[in-house]
């Protein structure tokens, strides 16, 4: 076993604080033309916003890793039925937050699991933006629905 090393605030370069001392992984699930989104309870870091299922990576996971262990963690995501297509990565030099764009088994079944997670909800890619959104992943976003159009076309 292996310790848990990744908890920890980085000052970026870009000005603001992340969190994820060796960056931070999420999990894009994409099933029929929408997105997992998650809503992230008021009393964490940028509460009350929506985004992916996600957090800090330990220095000896991958992305993948960290995106299936955290997925699993917050809303019980069960790996057997996730299709990882490709990582999209936003490097901001001191920092970087790689996500994981997998295809949704139609079994998938996605639970609010722990208490920093109020509740999950499929969305259509164009309803996406009129959510109140986790600024890393509004930042993504745009470029992360471009891959999605290439991916599932
Ligand atoms: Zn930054």
Redesign the pocket.
Known sequence: MTARDGDGWVD???G?R?WGLHGSAGMLLVRNGSVLLQHRAPWVHNGDTWGIPGGARDSHETVLEAALREGAEEIGLNADFVTPLQVHDDD?G??RYDTVIAKADDRLIAHEMNEESLQVEWVKYDDVTSKNLHPSFAHAWPKLKVLLAELFM
């Open positions: 970026c370069q870009c603001n992340h901001h001191d920092w």
